[in-house]
């Protein structure tokens, strides 16, 4: 079956989890990094840059979804995979959670 093109290109979107982190778990955060000192002093800054950087990239045409982190669960993952928790670490986290919650999204 031939699809009727209609002149308009579809971009592809790219799509990234970014690590979503609750206030309450900040000071956390903090101590187990160890990149601390890249990180934002307070949630509320942290939060800020994010937006910024999430509004910058969504112009660009990433499509950006935000990923709850489980602090202790990232540090699980961490540790089962011989990583540092650090900004590297925190993506790729993100990055798997958001792969997991679409295959199981498909599935469902």
Not at 20 to 47: C, V
Not at 52 to 67: A, I, N, Q, T, Y
């Amino acid at each position: 079956m031939k699809r009727k093109f209609n002149g308009k290109r579809q971009a592809a979107k790219m799509v990234l989890g970014v690590a979503w982190y609750e206030p309450e778990q900040w000071e956390r955060l903090l101590d187990i990094s160890t990149d601390r000192d890249e990180l934002e002093a307070t949630h509320a800054e942290w939060e800020r840059n994010a937006v910024h950087s999430m509004k910058s990239l969504s112009r660009g045409g990433v499509w950006l979804e935000k990923v709850s982190v489980d602090l202790e669960e990232l540090v699980q993952w961490c540790l089962s995979r011989n990583l540092p928790v650090d900004g590297k670490s925190r993506a790729a986290f993100a990055s798997e959670k958001l792969r997991q919650g679409s295959e199981e999204h498909k599935l469902g």
